[in-house]
């Protein structure tokens, strides 16, 4: 693998631009989408890459997933999916040429890998990327190798996926989803404000509904402290946690106000149960925290321990004893929660930055349309996929 920007720095020596086609499965409105490709267009210009991204799904997706009655939301969804589909296959027809695919998880969820091996078949060279463990869930326990195996390689966003990948793809790119430390940054009197002992600390939790499962593991310490006085619970999201005896702040996320609503709180948390699915996270919501200077507890599992070093940048707890320890031992001492969340941030700064990574996904890119082996030659026309 290059050097971070080796081929962009030569890219502009000679003028050459690297053409990629980006088949992403959201507008900005997917966090994956908007953190893996859509924050990196404008620095893979400077490096010599034009990139043209098409989503498959809109704000439209979002919604229908927000309809309380099940039979109308899986008719408004066939409909809205079918027709997503076709427009889909209305881009793949008539993408052009172009240096480098790159894919999303697939081009057409749950349906074989046919358009995908047709691609291959093409003469391009075709890269998937994930960021979380979507060869665990029904349909794409044998899709998501197939289509790690035509591809001329794959990027995902931790060593744990990294180490799944290594046995199918013939390249694998690990980059880490990062954050834009010049758009989440701290409140400027942050230092004033958790300086005073007359109020309740705000606790935050950030992410997707389907995500709100983890909080039961924290809710009963969350409960005791709320009945002290000591904190209030903000959540930031399409929909509020309802838990017995919890009394929470829900404010309803946007892509405008998601840095406000962390800013003005006092610690981020992130429970995650251990087990094979967590472990392919690549822990957005904490660099999220952490960006904007919040001393941030977090489970110790997958990614969150290499991001984490407990006691210095932020807390791991595993059982609700350390949950309720390193929770009072934050509200109860401003000077740490300072000390931590500056250092949290130098964390990202350094290591989980737009800025850092821009480079070397620029990098990674050149390399796979430059050295990628294509797969064209040795694929068979794919199977259908079972679960």
């Given amino acids: 693998m290059p050097q971070a920007g080796e081929h962009a720095q030569a890219s502009s020596k000679s003028n050459r631009r690297l053409s990629v086609v980006y088949f992403s499965k959201s507008t900005s409105i997917g966090p994956t989408s908007r953190y893996r490709i859509l924050q990196f267009l404008p620095g893979l210009a400077d490096h010599g890459i034009d990139c043209r991204v098409y989503p498959l799904f809109g704000p439209t997706y ?148 389907y995500n709100l499962p983890y909080l039961n593991q924290v809710a009963p310490v969350l409960r005791e402290l709320q009945e002290q006085g000591r904190i209030t619970f903000r959540i930031v999201c399409s929909r509020p946690l309802r838990w017995p005896g919890l009394a929470v702040d829900f404010r309803m996320w946007s892509l405008e106000q998601e840095v406000d609503l962390l800013q003005d709180c006092d610690i981020g948390i992130m429970p995650l149960q251990d087990n094979e699915w967590a472990r392919g996270k690549c822990g957005l919501k904490l660099l999220q925290y952490m960006a904007v200077g919040l001393p941030a507890i977090a489970s110790p599992v997958g990614v969150n321990q290499d991001i984490v070093r407990d006691g210095a940048n932020g807390f791991l707890a595993s059982s609700e004893a350390e949950w309720r320890a390193k929770l009072i031992q934050l509200c109860s001492n401003a000077k740490l929660r300072i000390e931590i969340g500056k250092a949290a941030r130098q964390t990202v700064i350094d290591h989980y930055s737009l800025m850092a990574w821009t480079p070397k996904l620029a990098a990674s890119y050149w390399d796979l349309a430059n050295n990628g082996k294509t797969a064209a030659s040795q694929s068979a026309i794919p199977r259908p996929v079972r679960p």
Avoid at 172 to 193: A, G, K
Wanted: glycine letters at 6%; hydrophobic letters at 50%; charged letters at 20%.
């Fill in 62 to 209: 979002w919604r229908i997933l927000e309809i309380p009655f099940s039979a109308m939301q899986t008719a408004v969804k066939a409909v809205y999916v079918l027709g997503r589909f076709a427009q889909r296959l209305w881009d793949v027809v008539t993408m052009g040429a172009v240096d480098l695919v790159v894919i999303e998880g697939q081009l057409f969820p749950y349906l074989p890998p046919w358009i995908e091996w047709m691609v291959v078949k093409s003469g391009r060279r075709v890269v998937v990327e994930f960021d979380d463990a979507i060869y665990l869930t029904a349909g794409h326990r044998r899709k998501v190798p197939a289509l790690m195996r035509m591809a001329s390689g794959v990027i995902v966003g931790n060593d744990t996926l990294s180490r799944y990948a290594a046995n199918y793809a013939p390249r694998v790119c690990v980059v880490p989803t990062v954050v834009d430390t010049d758009r989440f940054v701290p409140l400027r009197r942050r230092e004033e404000v958790q300086s005073n002992p007359n109020r309740p600390l705000t606790v935050v939790w950030m992410g997707l509904a």
